[in-house]
């Protein structure tokens, strides 16, 4: 299976149109353009993730002026996007389709192919405890690394074919519920990913 962008090229920075935050604040947060292709045959459905690995473990050095989130930090993962019950004759998810615009406190009902489910992205936990901005973000919510990390954040979106139509997943789910539903029935799987900062020093 193969998977391809016209938004994104691989390993490439991902423009700032499909991040969630730029050096103005928020920003275009489209979701990027997905076709794939070469599926296997007995698909009944797809699921997708996108995940950055490059997240700040010590909360207290993320957005100080005063000093930078150091490379070697240890990191940790980020759901940006939790999708399952991709119908199986769906092979491309066009640009903006998804997700047009942050929205504060997450869309309670993002956009997305008829049957699919959207869960949980990690700007829920990320933003809980903030008044003006908790809630459940679900479906797609783009790049916002803090502006004064050294390294440069990946995001790996993941496309897997599965063998079963629907996923056992709770209400809501989150990418590791995926991850746990699918085992055992992934047929095939493709990728890609694109990189993001707002560290001026790393541009």
Known sequence: MKLS?????NGQPIPAAFAAGDANGFAGNRNPQLAWSEV????????LLCIDPDVPTVPETVGRHDRT??????RAPF??????????DVRELAEGSCSEG?????????AGPAGARQGLNDFTGWFAGNAD??????????????????LVHRYFFRVFALDVATLELPTPFTAADVQRAMQG???????????YTLNPALV
């Open 133 to 150: 901005m908790e809630g459940q973000y679900l479906g797609y919510d783009g790049p916002y690394p803090p502006f004064n990390d050294e």
């Open 79 to 88: 759901t940006h996007w939790a999708m399952a019950d991709i119908p199986a």
């Open 185 to 195: 029935h992934v047929l095939a799987e493709a990728s890609l990913h694109g990189t």
């Open 5 to 9: 962008s016209t938004s994104l090229v």
């Open 69 to 74: 989130v150091p490379a070697d930090q240890p």
């Open 40 to 47: 296997p045959e007995g698909t009944r459905s797809f699921a």
């Open 102 to 110: 942050f929205t504060v406190k997450g869309k309670p009902q993002p």
